[in-house]
């Protein structure tokens, strides 16, 4: 099994999000973050300071996924999350040693 995180453009999550649940991605978790990657500085202007934004708001997607599905999602996640331009984010794939459904006991692949 694997984890799955990406971190891309907020507006971007709904089409992601569609793309995986057709491929059979059956549970995402999505939490809104912030961070600072190699885009460029972004500034504005409020009240008449201007200020630098340093950390833009972005949107973390995690799944976990059996071995065979992991490729089609990471291809997937870069392919719907792209713009072209600097900021569309990152993804990391990592083992999964196991998983444990709470509710039911069930372990592995089943409990995903």
């Known amino acids: 099994m694997k984890k799955i995180e990406a971190v891309i453009r907020p507006f971007k999550i709904d089409d992601v999000k569609d793309a995986l649940t057709a491929l059979g991605v059956g549970?995402?978790?999505?939490?809104?973050?912030?961070?600072?990657?190699?885009?460029?500085?972004?500034r504005e202007q409020r009240a008449g300071m201007e200020y630098t934004i340093d950390f833009l708001p972005r949107t973390k997607l995690e799944v976990i996924v059996a071995?065979?599905?992991?490729?089609?999602?990471?291809?997937?996640?870069?392919?719907?999350?792209?713009?072209g331009f600097p900021g569309d984010g990152k993804v990391f794939?990592?083992?999964?040693?196991g998983v444990i459904q709470i509710r039911t006991g069930q372990v592995g692949e089943s409990a995903i």
């Open 93 to 97: 794939v990592l083992p999964v040693m």
């Open 67 to 83: 071995d065979t599905l992991a490729e089609p999602v990471v291809s997937t996640i870069c392919k719907v999350a792209w713009t």
């Open 27 to 42: 549970g995402m978790t999505i939490t809104e973050v912030r961070g600072v990657g190699h885009q460029p500085e972004h």
